[in-house]
């Protein structure tokens, strides 16, 4: 099975004349990149999630207006190619005369914000709970797994409401609720890739080298779990700003003069007859940033599987 | 005089199964009593058919699991591991090399990280001193230098089960407990991971448990022969012995399903057939 591909990143890191070349982290970065960049819809979508970060990042240097600021006289302008359309508005305004692409550029930030937090408090949670109800079994998995039953039998926005009901409202609250909404998905699914791995052969091999439950855990298990949990990862982040932006719809998320995608999404649908640049930028920002995080989820996945390189 | 490397004592073995909601739970007595004794540098080897106790007697062997009763003696120094988990120091006496080569890699490990685990674990040594040594058993088990870097995944079936072999070694294991480690490869290759285990064994003066089923293989690399039935040693003693004399029915039934391929044998079936 030896490989004749020249940029084989084995060939890289290999050894020559019997001495050991050490692994630098650089190239396991090149062997990572190598393995990504085969799949051209995830390079794309990183490309398209790296500008939507740099444009969060630059907000206040790129956006052509400020995004709470009210432009009297131009109230529900059309954007710049249509009749009526205004080049210092070149995505039109909302229904108080506010411009759409200052707020979209603005609200990158807090979706953005919004999506990693959610996303890693669930994922880090999530991931220790379901590695400990996976590997000790027993009773710590039969209470763990009741608790998250419970969680999961309610409807997910439901239980998000109450939990910011008893919070209070605003986006941090919001975003705790979520996270706690979502993490029994990641403890299921940890917990079922710990059962069926902690079985396999080498778990034992390492075990009988010595190794402890910690090292059992995290070094030898854990690893080869990432694979569903990336995926997971990547596609609950757009539930995380969709859930975000549900609860700022109810008044219980971002508070109106906030530009976040999903409350400017819920304050505009009045319009969407009427001026439908104020429903459908938002909603395609949404859209693209939720295609560009799912296609470089599948990619990242490609590339820390091994089972799936070609070698 | 020979030391003794592995010594049971009346090992025996329960599963409960069951004790669900209806019925009661049932227990399976998987090892009935085996008593068993390993010389430095010999190979016991275990026969017996599917789910009759081999791999949960090498699972005891190997301090992975605990027996029910009985004691597990490893040079000389009887193990608790029920009690107390058992000590490093222990723990690298026994290693063992499994059956299936495509499930006893971690996937995820490259081969050097694979023989420098029980290393890292273990011993306080230099990283470049682990290299070599991880390197030098690369060697030894008929690797390349340039399979250090690569995954299991990019090796074929006997490939894997030398790095098994390997990392087993890597601690310097008194007693080697193999379960069935060629079963799963074509017989070309059995031979040639065959005859490293009996270089292996030479030069480390290595004690082996050897399961298995297939008796040609028995043959060829055991001292001692052991066979198991239902969780009960029915047959044991030196290789020629139980191979010339057997004295238990399922042992004779064994030998007499052993297909011959040698030309008089094939010649007397033509014979029996044409008459």
Known sequence: ?311 | MSEIVLETRGITRDYHIGGGFFGKGRTINALKGIDLKVEKGKTLAIVGESGCGKSTLARIMTMIDAPTSGELLIDGKPVEIGSKGVDSEMRRKVQIVFQNPYGSLNPRQKIGDVLMEPLIINEKVPVKERRERAMEMLLKVGLQAEHFNRYPHMFSGGQRQRIAIARALMLRPRLLVLDEPVSALDLSVQAQVLNILADLQEEFSLTYVFISHDLSVVRYIADEVMVMYFGEAVEYGTRDAVFSDPQHNYTRTLFAATPRADVDSIRKRLADKAA
């Open chain 1, 1 to 311: 099975m030896t490989s004749t591909n020249t940029k084989d990143p084995n060939a890289a890191v290999g050894l020559e004349g019997g001495t050991v070349i050490a692994v630098t982290r650089r190239a396991r970065l090149a062997e990572f990149w190598y393995y990504f960049s085969q799949n051209r819809g995830a390079v794309i979508g990183l490309y398209v999630f790296l500008a939507i970060v740099a444009i969060a990042l630059l907000a206040p240097l790129i956006a052509p207006h400020s995004p709470s600021l009210q432009n009297r006289g131009f109230f529900l302008l059309p954007p710049v190619w249509q009749e009526g359309g205004n080049w210092s508005f070149l995505l039109g305004t909302d229904a108080v005369g506010r411009d759409v692409l200052s707020r979209l550029i603005y609200g990158a930030r807090f979706s953005l914000f919004i999506g990693v937090v959610v996303v890693s408090v669930a994922v880090s949670v999530g991931i220790l709970v379901g590695l400990i109800a996976g590997y000790f079994r027993g009773a710590v998995d039969t209470v763990i797994m009741r608790v998250m039953d419970i969680i999961l039998a309610f409807p997910s926005l439901l239980l998000a409401l109450v939990l910011v009901a008893i919070l209070g409202p605003g986006l941090v609250n919001a975003m705790i609720a979520i996270a706690l909404v979502q993490q029994p998905h990641y403890v299921r699914l940890t917990r079922a890739a710990v059962m069926s791995e902690k079985g396999r052969d080498y778990v034992t091999a390492a075990r009988v080298a010595g190794a402890g439950n910690i090292r059992l855990m995290f070094k030898t298990i854990l690893p080869n779990c990432t694979a569903p949990l990336i995926v997971q990862a990547a596609l609950s982040f757009s539930t995380a700003i969709l859930d975000a932006a549900a609860l700022g719809f109810l008044g219980m998320g971002a508070q109106p003069p906030t530009p976040e995608w999903g409350t400017m999404l819920a304050e505009a649908r009045e319009f969407i007859l009427r001026a439908w640049w104020v429903v459908t930028f938002p909603g395609l920002a949404i859209l693209i940033t939720v295609l560009a995080i799912n296609l470089m989820g599948d990619g990242l996945r490609d590339a820390l599987d091994p089972k799936l390189k070609r070698s």
